[in-house]
């Protein structure tokens, strides 16, 4: 496959040059399997392979795209007259632009052989053990309502008229559990999932564990009163706030005055203890890639240090509109895309403290497990109010479990008010973070 990719985008090259052309290639080919299994059996298996191309061109300052699955000889001329023609449609943009000159990338493992050597019915024994483990953890655990192994392997060949040629492949792996507990009446909700890029390293068992201990430690959860306490965040919950601040360190919010950091590079946005990194080298995140979607090598960029604001995540077109190069965040879904500013592996860097000792000396305060309709706080301003769920603190101790409340705030407070930071980062896809504790929450509640 690799042979035939480079040959593919080898003869779009020479076409485009022939026509003076600044071009690029961009090829995929992506092998996913799913098996989700319920009371045991398998309920859904599926498995999906593609191969395409995406081509984009500079045509006088217009940018031009076309795409294709079909990567026949015969076709590669039209799909880059097509490319061509859609930049007619177009505006000059000075700013539009190739990453130039043969790059050297950070030598990586991306890729452990063990996951195609697996066989589909050990694939398939994870599954089942993952429902096993959560059915036999507490006899409250009524419903697995899915329980599923997944995997994705992908060979990734990107050639452009600069001298760029980047060839590499990766594969990750994962478990997950959704499931229910029950009690008097009462029904709750827990999930766990894990991914991984070495298959070696999924345990089925973590998975059923956490996701019904989830479950079952919110059990006749019930309101409190409305008030401002300190509030301790599971690293879950954290990965969410992160969502919302990916959107203000990206470099194409900033320059739309989108961004919440606009015009405060250097200043302090956050506790002297935070620091938050997009790293496309880490060793063992799974969106670690030698390149990004364009071809520009991965690197750890900082972006806050010790509460400072850094910098932000650039691509090729932004990174010239400031006057700076690209920190390697041109990222791309698919190759029916064009790339655009994006996270790898985004996270808060762990801090020196145990989970259990950020909790320890509060005497009341609540230790937050949940939060719902974070997609509704605003990445402009940094407000938000969303739907939380937890678990009291009481004299340091956790006791009864909270829900039907609602926290509220702004992410600017919310990271000048962290004053604890957990050892136990912990990645849910590419986004990271640690346990954190803040000083005060406002809470809304009965």
Do not use: W
Request: contains cysteine; glycine residues 10%.
């Amino acid at each position: 496959m690799k042979d035939r990719l480079l040959g593919v985008g080898n003869i779009v090259m020479e076409k485009a040059r022939r026509k003076g052309l600044d071009a690029e290639v961009f090829l995929l080919y992506d092998k996913e399997l799913s098996i989700e299994v319920v009371d045991g059996q398998v309920e859904t298996l599926k498995e999906a392979e593609e191969t395409g191309m995406g081509i984009r061109v500079i045509n006088q300052g217009r940018l031009g795209f076309a795409y294709t699955t079909n990567l026949e000889e015969s076709v590669l001329q039209e799909m880059l007259d097509r490319a061509v023609g859609s930049s007619r449609y177009t505006t000059v943009d000075e700013n539009n632009m190739l990453p130039e000159g043969a790059f050297t990338y950070p030598p990586m493992e991306t890729y452990d052989p063990a996951i195609r050597q697996a066989t589909l019915e050990e694939k398939t024994a994870m599954a089942r053990e993952v429902e096993t483990v959560a059915r036999a953890y507490d006899k409250r655990i009524s419903v697995i309502e899915r329980s599923g192994y997944e995997d994705s392997e992908y060979l990734l060949v990107i050639i452009n008229t600069q001298g760029v040629e980047a060839v590499e492949k990766g594969a990750f792996c994962g478990l997950y559990a959704y499931l229910v507990a029950e009690e008097d009446g009462d029904a709750q909700t827990g999930f766990s999932l894990m991914a991984r890029k070495h298959f070696g390293e999924l345990n089925p068992r973590e998975v059923g564990c956490e996701a019904a201990r989830n479950a079952v430690r919110m059990l006749k959860g019930r309101t409190i009163p409305s008030q401002s306490i300190p509030c301790v965040l599971e690293p879950y919950v954290v990965t969410n706030f992160l969502g919302i601040l990916s959107n203000s360190v990206n470099a194409d919010s900033v320059q739309k005055g989108k961004s919440l950091f606009a015009g405060k590079v250097g200043e302090q946005v956050a506790a002297s203890e935070l620091v938050l990194v997009d790293d496309g080298v880490y060793e063992k995140g799974i969106a670690s890639f030698p390149f990004d979607g364009e071809g520009v090598p991965a690197q750890r960029t900082v972006l806050m240090e010790n509460g400072i604001l850094k910098g932000f995540l650039y691509d090729s077109y932004t990174a010239r509109k400031d006057g700076t190069t690209s920190t390697g965040n041109g990222v791309r879904s698919s190759f029916r895309s064009l790339p655009g500013v994006g996270t790898t592996n985004f996270f808060f860097s762990p801090g020196p403290t145990r989970p259990a000792d950020l909790v320890r000396d509060i005497s009341r305060g609540l230790y937050i497990t949940e939060v719902m309709g974070m997609h509704t706080a605003n990445p402009i301003s940094g407000d938000f109010s969303v739907g939380a769920a937890g678990i009291m603190i009481e004299y340091g101790e956790l006791t009864r479990p909270v829900r039907g409340i609602t926290i509220a705030g702004n992410l600017k407070d919310f990271l000048l008010n962290i004053e604890g930071i957990g050892n136990d980062l912990r990645f849910f896809g590419g986004t990271g973070a640690p346990t954190l504790r803040l000083k005060a929450l406002s809470i809304a509640g009965e």
